[in-house]
């Protein structure tokens, strides 16, 4: 039963890959740049919320710091072309690396804290490095890091009038990502991680090592984060350190995870389905009011689906689901006293 | 409660789903150019983005109307090329470069816009101009101040403003005029600025205009913008007790570091600002006496009516679109000169097409009655040669023009007269 | 050699002496109990043993190895493997994936290891539930699931920290065939229990705490009649009840 | 030298506001639990109340914050009963998001309604007096502050500490069903809670419009300020958030001056990771 399960799921995983490569030849997708965009942004922001849930979902390390990773990465790609005038690609390596490096330094003094006390030391590291990014000359400061007119292609990852490669890059990301993550969450690590997230002390008396998990998915998370802030960056040509190192873009991910249902595969995808549409929309309806209504609606909108289904929107799924398999249940058992 | 919410997030989904449809349906209409506006409309700097925004709408009311009170170009006839209707279509960056770049593309090309008037930050500019550039558009910005904007060498980019640079070279000569004519001994500058690109473009340009006029920078003093308080950084100027002050603080950071320098009880002997909320004159108004004697770099205000007798009748139309007592500022009224002067090369190439407009509007000498001076011309890299600020200073609540003597209409105070003098 | 010998344990809070120079072995194959009156210091002790307290003094010796200042998760992984006076159950994972985590420690294949996990839950007599989420367990399930977590790591000594406490009579008497079951399967168990009925029979030794002093160490049966044991802890009238049980069982046997 | 003590009087003045903002998110998080995300937003709520009192009916400050300490208790009961009751059922997280969602929409209601312009009261009673004590100058308007902040926050530790109420608090925060086992209305105990939150925090912004422009960006680094201040004091607890805060102050108005202004956030937030390193529940934790 267990294997029929699996291929199952891995039949489902398959379509949505090869649905999600076709949809650029939707003729209304291939003429209008802005649902492009839109998709683009969904794949992006469902990956690095995927790099977010590894730890924030999966092993329950609640961070808002992940903005930092997210920058450094970026930073990465854009000193490469900015600074040395190469392809993007050995910072994207080299940035992502760092990333790695320095989440591994951060958090491991703060796994000693629990909660809200993590929570908030990870609002004052992002604080820190986004001051710190603020008046580091080397690179560049408050500035921000503009691309120049390079060569568009693969080679310098850079498109001006199409939006078509940058769709396939940010979907080779989704797919690197929730591959990973979906292998690790049918393995064991994925298994440590719950048990970590549920109860730690259970966990080291199980014989797991509960730091050493915390920092690998801290480690993984950071390194995969570090990506897509580098995909962020070539998509958008510019750099700065309040559009990629900040609390704001922290919450993002978290909101987005959250939202879809966080320690979940699927919560990352549908949460930002929900939500990157919802921001792109409705800034593009009402944001030219200037009267912030879109932004209004988007608190409003946060606040019900918290209060309404804590759990996400795989929660309600969940939920749906249940009700189906219950309902079965009921009916069997009504079958069997009539 | 809950009843209430389920229905109520029912109908705003409805709501969503029907105006996303509707707003891929183009209202047909013939004869229209459409331009979009691209400033920061909510965030931190929704203040001057909402003005911005009226001012362009403004221009537009005047270009499409027959205004025959106004005494600007465009204004008698009703629309340009012979009966085109300028329509805007407005968008939000909120402040942010990666929002103004995606917003940009959607104006150009769902909306189909025919240019962009914006972006008010430097840093939203930069990439929205590159996607204007990109598709050889035409991208029309008013008053972002960086001088890298126009030192990129793009085709299709127009900046009316004067930028830092220009700015900060007039401080110097400010000070300069002072030690020869007044005599006064000035000679140690200290700035005051938020760490943004904005604030740190200021203040490199002008830590590069002291160094050639001789003058020593003392005190480089960054700051957080929303801080909560101010007090480190007025006590450090406080400490090192620079002569004259070169302050890049916008909005509510204004304020607050005047009326800190209050309570410290400090002041330089003199102040210049640039294009910040020194010159937003509501704020000048709310400060008060605080905000006396301070001086800055002005591209427009009420009291320049003897210069710039046209912009009354404007400014009437702007005043029933943002508020009766809001009156044009610096930044504001050079959007509104970035719409007309690409309405204006329009109407002379006589045809839309971008290369023709473009070189027309390189070619040309502009009549252009809402700018200091009244003409704009542009240089290769798209800057506004003309573009000329006045160094004026607040006395009684109003901007007295100072300087240059050819113009003044004041003596500068100086020094600033100490708090518990006032 | 012991399996388990614990030497001259003590453990100080600050000026309060939980454990006070303990010491006891724990043979192969053996069940030994571990009681005494509440605040005796039997969880501390329980706790520096598997190296969540790092005890002030005296050594932990398991399989041979000195564990005194492992971390957990290391002793675990020697064997010695633990469950909770308060049951903590991982709540939002489902019975199979609980049992399942435990059975990672030896098998890092997940087909494997969901063999074992399968096995550890039908010994368990967990089957039924076995995709209930762990959280909407009765107590008593809940703690059967501990144990079939415990044991699927595969361990030499099994610690078991009040695994009966607020069973009906029942599941107590269920638990009790389980670990005897399990004993002939050739684990050892260190058990904290409250409940004598339930360990004085299936015992093989039972060490007694009070104030966290040893005052005794011998067979069950010896124990009840130690007096510092009566009085400390059970009280004459419960250790007279025991008396005469035990010999109805033997008059039985 | 004088430059010194200067600049540590600033400090500390800064300090007793950021307690008073603190004491009431950190009252919160110890009986609940629970993070408000949206305690900025209240302050900037609380500073537009008096504004506008002070300037359409010409109410001081020193007055209008008992209008925007009351204004600020009912946002504060509001909160609860609409948004956080319902979250405290789910995920810690989801409180804390829902509280997100709710400073999103005050601050773009602010907007909405008032436009981002940014307001300042002029011709108060207190502006622009200041006492000056040989070379140091003492600006009126932060110590009036600073009392006010400094009395309240005595008043509320006073109420948490040797009230009946107090106790039924603390029992609540320590054990939810246990405190209800005793005849404990903890429902009630919650709203009120939230209550004097909302209240702290109103007093603090009634009186900061005395000397700080109102805008609806206001509150987000006091919020951040805040939730440092909570959590460097330790769980709920209010005298570790008073030194936690008077500590920040002074080392925020100290790193400005000695090391350089732009590094003062810097220097702030480094310090509360220093100490949370070495302590991980806060000064005042256990």
């Given amino acids: 039963m267990m294997k029929g399960n699996k291929k199952k799921q891995d039949l489902y995983w398959y379509v949505l890959i090869v649905l999600l490569i076709l949809i650029p030849f939707i003729p209304q997708v291939a003429a209008n740049s802005f649902t492009q965009h839109v998709l683009i942004l969904i794949l992006l922001y469902a990956s690095m919320s995927q790099a977010w849930n590894i730890i924030g979902g999966y092993c329950g390390q609640v961070s808002f710091g992940h903005s930092v990773f997210f920058g450094i990465g970026a930073y990465g790609a854009g000193m490469a072309v900015v600074r040395f005038g190469l392809p993007p690609w050995p910072g994207i390596i080299l940035g992502a690396l760092l990333a790695t490096a320095v989440a591994i330094l951060i958090s491991y003094p703060c796994f000693k804290l629990k909660g809200h006390y993590f929570a908030i030391a990870t609002f004052a590291i992002v604080e820190i490095f986004n001051r710190l990014f603020m008046v580091w000359y080397w690179v560049n400061g408050a500035l921000g890091l503009d691309y120049p007119l390079v060569e568009v292609g693969w080679r310098n990852f850079m498109w001006y009038t199409t939006k078509i490669p940058y769709y396939y890059g940010a979907l080779v990301l989704f797919i690197i990502i929730f591959g990973i993550v979906r292998f690790i969450e049918k393995n064991r690590f994925g298994y440590y991680l719950r048990a970590v997230r549920e109860d730690q002390e259970t966990a080291e008396a199980t014989g797991i090592n509960s730091t050493m998990v915390k920092l690998s998915a801290m480690a993984l998370s950071a390194f995969l984060a570090a990506f897509c802030g580098a995909f962020f960056v070539q998509y958008n040509l510019r750099v700065d350190p309040t559009m990629v190192m900040s609390l704001q873009v922290s919450m993002v991910f978290v909101l987005v995870t959250i939202l879809g249902g966080a320690g979940t595969l699927f919560g990352p995808l549908l949460g930002a389905m929900i939500l990157i549409p919802l921001q792109e929309y409705t800034r593009v309806l009402w944001g030219g009011l200037g009267r912030g209504t879109d932004l209004i609606l988007f608190g409003f909108l946060i606040i019900l689906i918290m209060v309404r289904q804590p759990k996400g929107i795989m929660g309600l799924v969940d939920e749906y689901f249940n009700y189906k398999k219950m309902r079965k249940v009921i009916s069997a058992e009504s079958d069997i006293k009539y | 409660m809950i009843y209430f919410l389920k229905k109520f997030s029912l109908i705003l989904l409805t709501f969503i789903l029907v105006f996303t449809l509707l707003s891929g349906v183009v209202l047909a209409q013939e004869k229209v150019i459409k331009i979009g506006t691209l400033f920061p409309l909510t965030g931190s700097c929704a203040l001057a983005g909402s003005r911005c925004k009226a001012a362009v709408e403004t221009a537009v009311e005047v270009i499409n109307n027959a205004h025959p009170e106004c005494d600007v170009p465009l204004a008698a006839q009703e629309g340009i090329l012979g009966g085109y209707k300028i329509v805007l279509v407005h968008a939000d960056h909120q402040g942010k470069p990666d929002i103004a770049k995606t917003e940009a593309e959607r104006l150009f090309n769902q909306e189909k816009v025919y240019a962009i008037v914006g972006c008010y930050n430097s840093a939203c500019t930069n990439p929205a101009s590159f996607v204007a550039e990109r598709q050889g558009k035409i991208f029309m910005c008013g008053c972002s101040s960086s001088a890298a904007l126009t030192e990129r060498g793009l085709k299709y980019f127009f900046r009316m403003a004067p930028t830092d640079k220009t700015e900060s070279i007039e401080f110097c000569d400010v000070m300069e005029w002072m030690n020869e004519v007044k005599g006064t001994n000035l000679h140690t500058i200290g700035i005051i600025y938020e760490n943004t690109e904005f604030g740190k473009h200021a203040a490199d340009e002008g830590k590069l205009a002291a160094a050639e006029a001789g003058f020593e920078v003392i005190a480089d003093v960054p700051f957080s913008p929303g801080a909560t308080n101010m007090n480190s950084e007025v006590q450090t100027l406080k400490a090192k007790n620079p002569d004259v002050v070169f302050g890049a603080c916008l909005g509510g950071d204004y304020t607050l570091w005047v009326r800190t320098m209050k309570q410290m009880d400090w002041l330089p002997k003199m102040c210049l600002n640039y294009c910040t909320g020194y010159q937003d004159p509501v704020i000048a108004q709310q400060l008060g006496d605080d905000g006396n004697y301070f001086m800055g770099g002005t591209g427009y205000s009420p009291e320049f009516a003897d210069l710039m007798p046209a912009v009354a009748a404007v400014e009437n139309i702007y005043k029933t679109k943002i508020g009766p007592s809001v009156p044009f500022d610096s930044d504001s009224i050079q959007e509104a000169v970035a719409t007309f002067i690409l309405a204006q090369a329009i109407e002379k190439a006589g045809t839309l097409d971008y290369d023709k407009v473009s070189e027309t509007l390189y070619a040309n000498e502009w009549d252009s009655p809402l700018s200091m001076g009244g003409k704009v011309a542009f240089v290769p890299g798209g800057q506004n040669a003309k573009a000329m600020s006045m160094m004026t200073q607040l006395q009684g609540g109003e901007y007295k023009r100072v300087y240059p003597p050819e113009l003044a209409t004041h003596d500068i105070i100086f020094p600033m007269i100490p708090w518990n003098q006032r | 050699m012991p399996l388990l010998a614990v030497c001259e344990i003590s453990k100080k809070f600050g000026s309060l002496v939980a454990n006070d120079k303990i010491s006891f072995n724990v043979e192969e194959g053996n069940i030994v109990g571990l009681i005494g009156p509440n605040g005796a210091g039997k969880t501390t002790l329980f706790n520096c043993i598997t190296g969540i307290y790092k005890p002030s003094h005296g050594k932990v010796i398991f399989n041979g190895l000195d564990i005194t200042n492992l971390p957990a998760y290391k002793v675990a992984r020697l064997g010695a493997v633990r469950t909770f006076q308060i049951v903590h159950s991982l709540k939002e994972m489902s019975v199979f994936d609980n049992v399942l985590i435990g059975a990672y420690l030896r098998e890092k294949n997940t087909e494997k290891a969901s063999e074992i996990a399968k096995q550890c839950i039908n010994l368990c007599y967990l089957s039924k539930m076995k995709n209930t989420r762990a959280g909407d367990l009765a107590i008593g399930l809940k703690k059967r699931v501990e144990l079939a977590r415990a044991l699927a790591t595969g361990p030499k000594l099994l610690m078991l920290d009040e695994c009966m406490a607020g069973l009906t009579s029942t599941e107590v008497n269920e638990s009790v065939s389980l670990i005897k079951n399990l004993k002939d399967k050739g684990i050892t168990f260190l058990v904290v229990e409250h409940i004598m009925e339930a360990i004085m029979p299936i015992a093989d030794k039972v060490v007694v705490l009070d104030g966290g002093i040893k005052i005794a160490e011998n067979h069950p049966e010896v124990v009840i009649q130690d007096e510092r044991v009566i009085e400390a802890y059970l009280g004459k009238k419960y250790s007279k009840k025991l008396q005469i049980a035990t010999q109805g069982r033997e008059k039985d046997a | ?286």
């Fill in chain 4, 1 to 286: 030298m004088s430059m010194f003590f200067q600049v540590t009087i600033d400090g500390l003045l800064t300090g007793m506001i950021y307690a008073l903002v603190a004491s009431g998110l950190s009252l919160i998080w110890g009986v609940m639990d629970v993070l408000n995300f949206a305690h900025g937003e209240y302050l900037m709520v609380g500073m537009y109340v008096s504004y506008w009192l002070g300037f359409l009916m010409n109410i001081d400050p020193l007055i209008s914050w008992i209008a925007s300490g009351a204004f600020c208790f009912i946002l504060g009961i509001l909160t609860y009963k609409l948004i956080i009751r319902h979250c405290l059922a789910g995920p810690p997280l989801s409180a804390l998001l829902a509280t997100f969602g709710l400073s999103m929409m005050l601050k773009n209601i602010a907007l909405n309604r008032f436009s981002p312009n940014f307001r300042i009261l002029t011709g108060t009673f207190l502006d622009g007096k200041k006492i000056i004590i040989g070379n140091i100058v003492l600006p009126m308007p932060q110590l009036v502050t600073s009392i006010f902040a400094l009395v309240v926050v005595f008043i509320i530790y006073y109420i948490i500490k040797r009230t009946r109420l107090g106790w039924a608090i603390q029992a609540t925060a320590m054990d939810k069903e246990a405190a209800e086992l005793m005849g404990i209305k903890t429902e009630s105990i919650f709203v009120l809670v939230f209550g004097l939150g909302g209240l702290c925090v109103g007093i603090a912004g009634g009186l900061l419009p005395s000397y700080l422009a109102v805008h609806p960006e206001v509150g987000g680094l006091f919020g951040l300020i805040a939730f440092v201040c909570v959590a460097m004091g330790g769980f709920g607890s209010i005298p570790g958030a008073l030194l936690a805060a008077l500590l920040i102050g002074l080392v925020e108005a100290l790193g400005g001056f000695y090391i350089a202004p732009v590094f003062k956030y810097v220097v702030v937030f480094g310090l509360y990771l220093l100490i949370v390193m070495i302590r991980p529940k806060g000064l005042f934790g256990w």
